[in-house]
């Protein structure tokens, strides 16, 4: 019996499974839109004049919606398990060209709210060339069309044959014969449904989310003149519908992010002091949900200088605003009695039990005098210093110690060291040692060999000094990779 499945085209390694019973091989010459379902082509297929049974037909008819169905639950099935936008556009992109039978698209991304992210993806393109394809005006591509809110058919917009088009613009007939694409068939990524309005409402089942009404525009590429039958432009628009609600939900996420990013940045410092004597780097990485974890460097009379890193617990908008106070605090503290870093630091603990009496943080402040190349330092639960040199590279001592608002009342002696010119001294945060998956001791050793195989000709620059350990200790992205823990260093460089 025949099966409308889609067809599959050469280089595309589809995942999805035939389904069980046979296919029908179509006439020579004709298209997928010739026998549109599995009763035509059980029709055709059967001997002349040889008696057609209504049974045969209906199971045959059955079989293909089944074959569907099964096409569609692993498409989505797969769709869901992306959690990124990135992954789910590129997810998109993959079960189109199946779909569709394509091999290469795009896809573009373009809010209608005009909130962004605004982004375009390629499946089997470059970004050459996708700066090709944006080169041609927007009106004369048929996802431009889409994105500019002109009307568009249920089943999309469909090129068979684009060069042979004598209204087709110049400028993307020379693209076309460029990239080596003589079709397109191109789809809204939209979450208002019309076929279930009534159901969901106007808005459909995003309504929560906030990123309803039209997501951008995805188009297929075909390298000879096509385009999809009638079956396979149901199945893709099906997809296409469900894939925008999982992609809404996905962009909201990513601007949930980028606010939690954006709002713990700001809460930090926009720059580092200058300060004769010391050279000043930091990095930071935050968490999807946006961390607790902060640092500071703040100039203090006769020429001093306050360090101090440090991290709240807890994750989201209240730890990011907790985390705000609490820096805000401290730099006032350090500004009156900073030369004396266990008082900030009691000072600090006092405030957290009293404002934020169901948190607690750690925390490390150092009272440093670039003259003499010295620090005072006082620390609360929090990871040694480590002190990076030609000759040396070791943790620096320091009291163990509670972290804030675990006891009645915190106190912990601070310990002085002096560097050495052109050493560095390097804070960081937990979520360092944590990223790593690694046990602490560890963690700890790997930090350390990480700080001592730096190269010669960067130890000058602290900003290559805190890169290079990032990226040492958390290789193979794990530095950028989403997370619950923040990360945070500053690096001191002593002239």
Not at 61 to 79: F, I, K, Q, Y
Not at 257 to 271: G, V
Not at 281 to 310: F, Q, S
């Amino acid at each position: 019996m025949n099966a409308p499945h889609p067809a599959k085209v050469a280089g595309i390694d589809s995942t999805v499974p035939s389904p069980a019973h046979t296919v029908a091989p179509a006439a020579p010459g004709a298209s997928p839109a010739t026998a549109p379902n599995a009763t035509d082509a059980a029709e055709a297929t059967a001997a002349p004049g040889a008696p057609c049974a209504p049974g045969a037909l209906l199971q045959d008819r059955l079989a293909g919606w089944v074959s569907d169905l099964t096409t569609l639950h692993e498409l989505t099935e797969r769709l869901v398990r992306t959690d990124s936008l990135s992954e789910g556009l590129q997810e998109v992109l993959r079960a189109g060209a199946a779909l569709v039978g394509a091999r290469r698209g795009l896809v573009v991304l373009e809010p209608a709210d005009g909130l962004g992210p605004h982004t375009t993806v390629g499946l089997g393109l470059t970004r050459a060339d996708l700066g090709h394809i944006e080169t041609v005006p927007r009106s004369a591509l048929s996802y431009g069309r889409i994105l500019d809110g002109l009307p568009v058919g249920a089943d999309g917009i469909a090129e068979p044959d684009l060069l042979a088009e004598k209204n087709l613009d110049p400028r993307h007939r020379e693209v076309a014969a460029r990239l080596g694409y003589t079709a397109s068939y191109a789809l809204p990524l939209s979450t208002e449904d019309t076929e279930d309005t009534g159901a969901t409402g106007a808005t459909g089942a995003t309504g929560a989310t906030g990123a309803t009404g039209r997501l951008g525009a995805a188009v297929w590429l075909y390298d000879e003149p096509a385009e999809p039958g009638e079956r396979q432009r149901h199945l893709a628009g099906r997809y296409a519908r469900y894939a925008a609600q999982h992609l809404a939900r996905l962009l909201e996420v990513e601007r949930t992010r980028a606010r939690m990013a954006t709002m713990a940045e700001e809460l930090l410092p926009s720059r580092l002091p200058r300060v004769p004597g010391v050279q000043l780097a930091a990095r930071h990485r935050t968490g999807p949900r946006g961390g607790g974890d902060w640092y500071d460097a703040l100039p203090l009379p006769d020429a001093a200088l306050g360090l101090a890193v440090g991290s709240v617990t807890g994750s989201g908008p209240s730890a990011v605003a907790a985390m705000g106070r609490l820096r805000a605090s401290l730099r006032a503290y350090a500004v009156m009695e900073g030369e004396d870093p266990v008082a900030v630091l009691s000072d600090l603990e006092l405030l957290l039990r009293l404002t934020e009496p169901a948190r607690s943080a750690t925390a490390l402040f150092g009272y440093c005098e670039p003259a003499l190349r010295r620090i005072t330092l006082a620390g609360a639960g929090h990871s040694p210093p480590l002190l990076i040199g030609e000759r040396r590279t070791e943790f620096v001592e320091t009291s163990v110690s509670a972290p804030l608002g675990m006891l009645a009342c915190w106190e912990a002696p601070s310990v002085e060291f002096q560097a050495e010119p052109g050493e560095t001294v390097l804070l960081y945060t937990d979520g360092l040692l944590h990223r790593t998956g690694a046990p602490a001791d560890r963690a700890f050793a790997r930090l350390k060999s990480a700080a001592a195989g730096i190269p010669r000709a960067e130890r000058h620059d602290p900003a290559a000094v805190a890169e290079h350990v990032l990226r040492t200790v958390l290789p193979d992205g794990k530095a950028d990779a989403d997370s619950e823990e923040d990360v945070v260093l500053l690096a001191v460089r002593f002239e």
